[in-house]
C-alpha cells in the first residue's frame, strides 16, 4: 500500500519502509509523480535521476524482503543540493562552467545517506556556488516559493528547502555558509540545520567559502532533521576540518523536552527594520517556549552591526580563491577558440560564471591585495573573533539563544536582484553564527496574513546540536505550524 | 570620491584571468563602490589587542600515517577534460614551437 507522501515525515516513511507496511518502490513513484505534476512551476530540481532512484528502491525492497539488514533511513526518497558531488551523476553547482560535469567521486555527505538506506531522487536548484539569499542566481532557472510562486523560496539552497515544503523529496540536504540552509527552510516554512562548523565533513561539497561552509540537513519535522544529521554528522578522514568527537543522538534530544532551559533574547536581533508581522510571530514563539518550561535571559551579541560586513570580507575573499580551480582545462566548460592558454583561461571564466561569482571574485581580490590586505581581510578576522567572542559571553548567561530567521518573510522574484547589497543586507541575522562555527536551526513559527511562513532561529553552542534540538523539538511538540502545507499547484 | 574605480576593476579582471566586457566593468565598479562603501563600516572598530581568527572551532589537527592511499586513475581524472590527448590534459601550446606540431594550436 502506497501512503499519500503529501506532509509525510521521513521518519514515518522509513519506519513503514522497515516495517513492509509499504515499499521504498512506491514512495519513490509518489515522488516521482508529484515532481512531475508540480516542479515544472516550482523549478526545484536540475536532474531527476528516475532510473537510478528506481534501481535503488528495488534493492532495498529486495534486502527487506530477505530480511536482510539495512540502515536507519532505508527506502526513503531523498534530493540533494547540487553542490554535492555525485559519482557518475552530473553535478553544476548551480553554475554553466560546471555543466556536464560528471563527478569520479562521492561527497562524504551524501555517501554516509547512501550507506543509512536512503535513496536520491535527483539534484536541487541553487544559486550558483551557493552565492545568493534569493535562488535567483541560478544559471538555469529560479526557484518558485511553493507557498506563492511569484515569491522566491530564498538561497542558496532554494531548492533543498522548496522541495521539502512542496513535499517533491522526503528530506534533502544542503549547504549553509552565510544563512544558505536556515533563510531557504524559513522563507518555505520547514525546519533547517545548520551544524557546528566541521560537524558534518565538507569532502565533494563544492568549495565556495571553505572556513564558512557547512553542509547540513532540510525536514518537515524537527525529528526528520535530526534522523538525517545522525546519519551524515562524524569524524570524517576526507576532511582536515572535520571534528573527531561522535556524532550526538540527535532524535532523542528532539524529544528530550526543554524543562530548565535558559534561553537567551539577544536585543540586537529585535531592532529596527524587522517586518512587523516576523517580531509578532517570534516574540509569540519566545512565549510558547517560556509557557514549556524555559527560563527567557535578555542577552547582548555587541558586535552584531558588524557582522554582515565581516562575513562578505570574508567570504568573498575564499571564493575569490576557491573559484580560480575552474579554468575550462580539468573540467567544465571550455571556451570554443583561444589562442593561449592565458586566453582559454580569461574566455573560459568570463563565460562561464554568472554576476555574482564574477563580483565576489573581483571583491575578493581586491580586498587581499597587497596595501589592502590588513585594512580589510586582516580588519574582518579580528573582527570575526569578536563576533565568535560575543556568543561565548552570551553562553555563559543561556543554553540556546532564539531569535528570528529572517527580517522579512519571502520576497517577489526580481524585487531586489538589481541591488546586490541591497539583498546582501537580508542576511542580518543568519551571517553570525557561521562566522563563530557555531549550530543553528530554523523552523516555522507561524504565518503572515498573507499565508507565508515565518521562521524562529535557535542557536546553540559549539556541539551544542542537542541543545537546539530540543527547544526546536518542544516548540514543534506544541505547535501546529509545521502541519500546515502549501496548495498543490500543477 | 569612488573607492575602487573602472581601471581597477579592469587590472584585477585581468589578474585573475577574467574577461568581462565593458558593460559589466561599467556596471561593477558601480556595484562593489556600493558594497565596499558598506563593508568599510568594519574599519571603524577598534581590534588592536585581538588575533585574527582563522579558524570557527579550535582543535587539533589529527595525524594520520603518511601512507600511499587509493586515487583516482588516470582515466577517471580526465574523463570531464574538455581536450585531453596521451594521457593528459591539452592546452594551447606554452613554449614556442613549430605551428601544425602536435600541442598547437586553440581550445
Known amino acids: ?490 | 570620491m569612488p573607492r575602487i574605480n573602472s581601471e581597477e576593476v579592469r587590472e584585477i579582471a585581468a589578474l585573475v584571468r577574467l574577461r568581462l566586457d565593458e558593460t559589466e566593468v561599467e556596471r561593477m565598479t558601480h556595484e562593489l563602490d556600493g558594497i565596499l562603501g558598506y563593508i568599510e563600516t568594519v574599519k571603524n572598530l577598534s581590534t588592536d589587542e585581538i588575533l585574527p581568527m582563522t579558524h570557527a572551532v579550535p582543535f587539533d589537527c589529527p595525524m594520520r600515517p603518511d601512507e600511499p592511499g587509493q586515487s583516482l586513475t588516470v582515466d577517471e581524472a580526465l574523463q570531464n577534460a574538455p581536450r585531453r590527448r596521451e594521457g593528459s590534459f591539452e592546452v594551447p601550446r606554452i613554449v614556442p614551437g613549430t605551428p601544425g606540431t602536435p600541442g598547437t594550436g586553440g581550445a
Open chain 1, 1 to 490: 500500500m502506497a501512503p499519500d507522501v503529501r506532509g509525510a515525515s521521513l521518519v514515518a516513511l522509513a519506519a513503514g519502509v522497515a516495517a513492509k507496511t509499504w515499499k521504498s518502490r512506491d514512495l519513490v513513484e509518489a515522488y516521482l509523480d508529484r515532481i512531475a505534476r508540480l516542479d515544472r512551476k516550482l523549478g526545484c530540481f536540475l536532474l531527476v535521476d528516475r532510473d537510478g532512484v528506481r534501481r535503488a528502491a528495488d534493492a532495498v525492497d529486495k534486502k527487506i524482503a530477505v530480511g536482510a539488514s539495512v540502515g536507519p533511513l532505508a527506502g526513503v526518497p531523498i534530493g540533494l543540493k547540487d553542490i554535492f558531488v555525485t559519482r557518475g551523476i552530473e553535478t553544476t553547482a548551480g553554475s554553466k562552467i560546471l555543466k556536464g560535469f560528471i563527478p569520479p567521486y562521492e561527497s562524504t555527505a551524501s555517501g554516509r545517506l547512501a550507506a543509512a538506506g536512503a535513496i536520491s531522487l535527483g539534484k536541487l536548484n541553487m544559486d550558483e556556488f551557493a552565492m545568493g539569499s534569493s535562488n535567483e542566481n541560478s544559471a538555469f532557472h529560479p526557484v518558485h516559493n511553493p507557498w506563492d510562486l511569484e515569491r522566491v523560496p530564498g538561497g542558496s539552497s532554494g531548492g533543498s528547502a522548496a522541495a521539502v515544503a512542496a513535499s517533491l523529496c522526503a528530506g534533502t540536504l544542503g549547504t549553509d555558509t552565510g544563512g544558505s540552509i536556515r533563510q531557504p527552510a524559513s522563507l518555505c516554512g520547514v525546519v533547517g540545520v545548520k551544524p557546528t562548523y566541521g560537524r558534518v565533513s565538507r569532502y565533494g561539497v563544492i568549495a565556495f567559502a571553505s572556513s564558512l561552509d557547512h553542509p547540513g540537513p532540510f525536514g518537515r519535522t524537527v525529528e526528520d532533521a535530526a534522523a538525517l544529521l545522525e546519519a551524515i554528522a562524524g569524524h570524517d578522514p576526507m576532511d582536515s576540518t572535520s571534528i573527531p568527537q561522535p556524532a550526538g543522538r540527535y532524535r532523542e534530544a528532539s524529544k528530550a523536552g526543554l524543562a530548565g532551559m535558559r534561553v537567551g533574547v539577544p536585543k540586537e536581533y529585535f531592532q529596527a527594520g524587522m517586518d512587523p508581522e516576523v517580531e509578532a510571530a517570534v516574540r509569540a514563539a519566545l512565549d510558547e517556549l517560556a509557557r514549556a518550561g524555559a527560563t527567557l535571559v535578555p542577552v547582548s551579541l555587541p558586535h552584531t552591526q558588524y557582522a554582515i560586513a565581516t562575513y562578505y570580507l570574508i567570504c568573498m575573499a575564499e571564493a575569490s580563491s576557491n573559484l580560480a580551480r575552474y579554468d575550462g582545462v580539468r573540467y567544465g566548460h571550455r571556451t570554443a577558440d583561444a589562442g593561449s592558454l592565458e586566453e582559454l583561461y580569461a574566455k573560459t571564466r568570463g563565460e562561464g560564471f554568472g554576476n555574482e561569482p564574477k563580483r565576489r571574485i573581483i571583491l575578493g581580490t581586491y580586498v587581499l591585495r597587497a596595501g589592502y590586505y590588513e585594512a580589510y581581510y586582516g580588519k574582518a578576522l579580528r573582527v570575526r573573533r569578536l563576533i565568535a567572542n560575543d556568543f561565548t559571553a552570551a553562553f555563559s548567561q543561556c543554553d540556546v539563544l532564539a531569535t528570528p530567521t529572517s527580517p522579512t518573510p519571502a520576497f517577489k522574484i526580481g524585487e531586489r536582484s538589481a541591488d546586490p547589497l541591497q539583498m546582501y543586507l537580508a542576511d542580518i541575522y543568519t551571517v553570525a553564527p557561521p562566522l563563530a562555527g557555531v549550530p543553528a536551526l530554523s523552523q516555522c513559527c507561524g504565518f503572515t496574513k498573507s499565508g507565508l511562513p515565518i521562521g524562529l532561529q535557535s542557536i546553540g553552542p559549539a556541539l551544542g546540536e542537542e541543545a537546539i534540538f530540543r527547544v526546536a523539538g518542544a516548540y514543534e511538540a506544541r505547535t501546529d505550524w509545521h502541519k500546515r502545507l502549501p496548495e498543490d499547484k500543477s
